[in-house]
Every structure is written in C-alpha cells, then in structure tokens.
C-alpha cells in the first residue's frame, strides 16, 4: 500500500463537449473516463480514494467503495480539494495525489515516478505545440517550478514562449502540505473560482521544493471536446492492439478493443471486429469480420461470425461454429455445436454436437418474462425452427423443418409440427386457361 490518499476531481460539468451525457461518463475503449482513472487508482493501492463529484454522478458511484465528496456548485479545483479534505483530519495530513476524472490515459509507471520525485510536491508537465490553452509552469535556474500561470492570465509574450513546460494538472503533496496552504488561496477571476494551480507558488514563496517531471503529452490528455476524445480512443486502441500483438494475437489496425478484452495467444481476429467489454477468447479461437461481441467467453478452437453478435452472458464451446447473422444472449453453448447461418439463440442451454438450422429462433419472451430453451446433446434442429421457451429437447431429438415446439421433446425422437402436403393436380394449367391475357 502507498501511503497516499489519491483525491479524484470529478465535479467539472464538460460543457465543451457539447452533450447530456456527463463528461466523465463518455466512453473510451468500451468504459467511462472516470473508470479508466479509477482502475489506475486502485492499482496503486492507496491509503484511501476520496472523489469530488458532481451531483449527476451520483448514480454511477451508488455503491462505491470509496469516499464520495458532492461539490455542488464547482468553485474550483482548489475548492474540490478542500471540500475532499473537510472532516476528516487523517486524510488532511496524509500524503495526497490529485488525479482528474477527464485524464484516463495516465500510467501507473508515470504516477509512481512522480511519487517518487521527493520534495514537498511533485508536478506533472508536457510539451505542446502553440498556441494552445494550458497552463505554464513558470521554472527557476534550479529547475524547480516557482508559480504555475493559467491559459487566460497569461500574456502575449507568454503566450509565445516555448520554453514553458505545460501544466498537466496532477499534483502530489508531501504530508502537511495540503492544511497550511489550502486556507490560504483565494479566487482570482471572473468565475470565483479557488485553483489548486496556486498552491506552486505558496510552497515555493514559503521556501519548499516543487519538482516537476515531464511526460509524454499524450498520456496527460486530458478530455474536454469530442475531438479530444476521439483522439484519446486512438491513442489507447493503438496501445490495445500493441499489448495483443506482443502476446501473440493476430489482429490488425481496425480492431476495436475494450480496455478489458482478454484474448489468448495464437487468437485469430479479422478485420472489422468490435469487442465491447468483458470479453474473453481462449487460444486457436478465430473471429471473423463485423462481427460484435461483448460480455461473453469463446472458448479453444471455436469459430465465430462474419457478421455474428455474442450479446451478454453467453458462452460459446470449444470447437464450436457460429456463423454468419447469428445473434447469441445469455446461451451457452456445448463442444462442437454448429449454428451457420440466420439464427437466433437466447436464454438457451445447448449441449455438445448440436446443429442448429439455418433461421432458427427460440421464443424466450413471453412480453413479461424470460424462458429457458435446453437441447440436449446430439440434437438435430432443421431449417425455419421456433422453440417456444420455456422448453427441453431431449439427447438425440431431431426436429422436422419449420417446426413450432411447444412442448418438450422426447429423446432420440423426431418432431414435426408442420401440416401435410397438400397439391392440387394440373394447377398450372387451369390457372394459365382461366387468366385473361394482357
């Protein structure tokens, strides 16, 4: 455990970004922002993790393990800090990291070598082309940082300097530091807001060391537009498809990743796959193009797609074919189970060498509740089948081509529920007599 306490700033309201969704819950690589930021915060294994939110995420943290702080209104990120420390003394005192909601792409390699750093605060910096809108870590001869000056304080010769390393925002305070400064900053601007970017030169005015360390910008990205968004998703599916490749899966560039997609080495994955999250494929598995999976486990050897979708809680067995504009839900399916063409299979168990017919559906909503269908081992269904959930087709069964099963069938038997044949000799004669012609 570090002995830190990590304070998450969460309370910002996005508008840049130009949508209802709150800013920290747009999705990169299958999960909100503020979760890439949490599963790198619970990483470090911190002493506590407090988040300042804003009062419409608080459905998103019901249930948290983790100590959430309300800022209604936002005053500030110096005001979320103090509002993070308010009541509660052993946190005050304790060594404190700032993180923020909106910067998912941030190492844990990177934070540890900014805890790292000594001195009584340790600071994030980057380079950037100009102009651009971030703050500058104004340094003196002995390379520590003396003030920070935000975008909108700067002045035109400022504006134009490139020796200024840039504020990234994420900060790291020795134990103390935080209650003998915080009381003292005061808003500076329009909006009357509190900025933790002036607690620099307090430590520095009171004789303390802010060392800063630079990083790489990308991995500081913090997202505040749909652009910047769009961007961090490039740069995190490029990390993605590195990780797999170096561990042996054959995939390429237009492979869209979650950020907790497990596949197995030697995995093939054609071009054009979506995987959302929780998704897991054993070794040897191949998944072809357009297809969409999400929540649910291929196991060794099995096939799946082009063009199949594998919703939640289904599982697919080994050696297993699911082919093309097939939809699976919450089905698990057996070893060697083929299911080609056109079908779809929810709240299904289907057990070992089953061959599903091409446009086969099971029923399994009855317009208020969900049905289980169960074919076991060996089952035969033929082409255009419906299987009115809830339902057993017992080992061996075969089911006649367009077939309605309601009832369960019984093992090694064939059920046909289609009418008979019925024909009508010289049709196409007395049709052809009886039509008046044009």
């Known amino acids: 455990m570090i002995p830190y306490h990590i304070i998450i700033l969460a309370a910002g309201k996005g508008t840049r970004m130009r949508s209802p969704l709150p800013k920290v819950l747009h999705p990169l690589a299958g999960f909100p922002l503020i979760w890439h930021v949490l599963r790198l915060a619970e990483s470090l294994n911190p002493m506590r993790i407090t988040c300042v939110i804003s009062p419409d995420l608080q459905d998103f943290f019901s249930g948290s393990p983790h100590r959430i702080i309300l800022q209604d209104p936002p005053k500030g990120t110096g005001h979320a800090v103090e509002k993070a420390l308010e009541n509660a003394p052993d946190l005050a005192q304790a060594p404190t990291l700032v993180l923020y909601g909106d910067t998912p792409l941030l190492t844990a390699s990177t934070v540890q070598a900014l805890l790292d750093l000594g001195g009584d605060m340790g600071l994030l910096t980057f380079r950037a082309p100009l102009p651009n809108p971030y703050g500058r870590v104004l340094c003196k001869d002995d390379g520590h940082a003396a003030r920070i000056i935000e975008s909108s304080d700067l002045s035109p010769e400022q504006k134009q300097n490139p020796d200024f390393p840039l504020n990234a925002g994420i900060m790291a305070f020795q134990a103390g530091i935080l209650p003998n400064i915080l009381p003292r900053l005061r808003p500076h601007n329009q909006q009357g807001e509190v900025y933790l970017t002036d607690t620099v030169a307090f430590i520095d005015g009171d004789g303390g060391c802010v060392r800063p360390l630079s990083v790489a910008a990308e991995e500081v990205l913090g997202i505040n537009t749909q652009q910047e968004l769009q961007t961090a998703e490039t740069v995190i599916q490029a990390h993605l498809l590195k990780q797999h490749q170096d561990a042996g899966v ?101 057990g070992d060498d089953c061959n599903i017919g091409a446009g086969t559906i099971t029923c399994n909503y009855d317009g208020t509740h969900k049905h289980k269908t169960t074919l076991e081992s060996g089952v035969f269904v033929g082409s255009h089948s419906a299987l009115v959930a809830p339902v057993t087709v017992h080992q061996g069964a075969y089911l006649g081509a367009g077939s309605v099963i309601t009832k369960d069938v019984p093992k090694d038997t064939l059920a046909i529920t289609r009418p008979a044949l019925t024909t009508v000799p010289r049709w196409s004669q007395r049709r052809k007599k009886d039509t008046p012609s044009s």
């Open 250 to 350: 054959i995939a390429g560039s237009s492979v869209v990743f979650s950020a907790d997609t497990v596949l197995a080495s030697g995995t093939q994955v054609h071009p054009y796959v979506v995987f959302g999250p929780n998704v897991r494929v054993d070794e040897g598995a191949i998944i072809h193009s357009f297809s969409h999976l999400a929540g649910c486990a291929i196991e060794r050897g099995a096939t799946v797609g082009p063009f199949a979708r594998l919703r939640p809680g289904t599982i697919v067995g080994e050696a297993s074919h699911i082919g093309n504009f097939v939809e699976l839900k919450a089905a698990t399916l057996g070893k060697g189970v083929k299911a080609g063409h056109l079908s779809y299979l929810g709240d299904a168990t289907i």
